[in-house]
């Protein structure tokens, strides 16, 4: 079973965490939008992890256990997606492994607000967004349009 190393210190190059990062080849579990899928698992390959596109609530928390960090993506939000991050979610943060959430647009419409309120309460490690999601998850007034921010 696969579990959680840091990868260096902050005084090392990205280079050097890289290739530190490599040689452990980390099993990442993906839930992401559709359109990000296919580019997420490429990307991951090439950097030098393990993606696996877990994402059903019958085995994403399961799964969240063995992997050694999971991606979180509302991009095409459904109630099955939800039910599987969720799922995952709570099981990462419970086994102490890192997560990253990605709101995508959760600001447009009172579905996405209500999702994303649920897995802030599971406690990410990491959101990771653009401009207009993160200006707005910190309450202020921000402009998105697609994938673009204002």
Do not use: C
């Amino acid at each position: 079973m696969q579990t959680t190393m840091p990868l260096g210190t902050l005084a090392e190059t990205p280079g050097q965490l890289l290739t530190a990062m490599r040689e452990k080849n980390p099993l990442v579990q993906n839930i992401t939008n559709f359109v990000a899928m296919n580019i997420a698992a490429n990307v991951m390959l090439a950097a030098g992890a393990s993606p696996a596109m877990v994402h059903t609530k019958e085995e994403a928390g399961e799964f969240a256990r063995i992997a050694a960090a999971l991606t979180v993506n509302i991009g095409t939000l459904s109630p099955d997606f939800l039910a599987g991050m969720k799922a995952a979610a709570a099981s990462a943060t419970e086994a102490g492994k890192p997560w990253v959430l990605d709101p995508v647009a959760h600001y447009a419409t009172a579905y996405r607000r209500a999702a994303l309120a649920e897995l802030m309460e599971l406690r990410p490690t990491i959101i990771r967004g653009n401009a207009s999601e993160i200006i707005a998850l910190a309450g202020s007034q921000s402009s998105g349009h697609g994938v673009d921010s204002g």
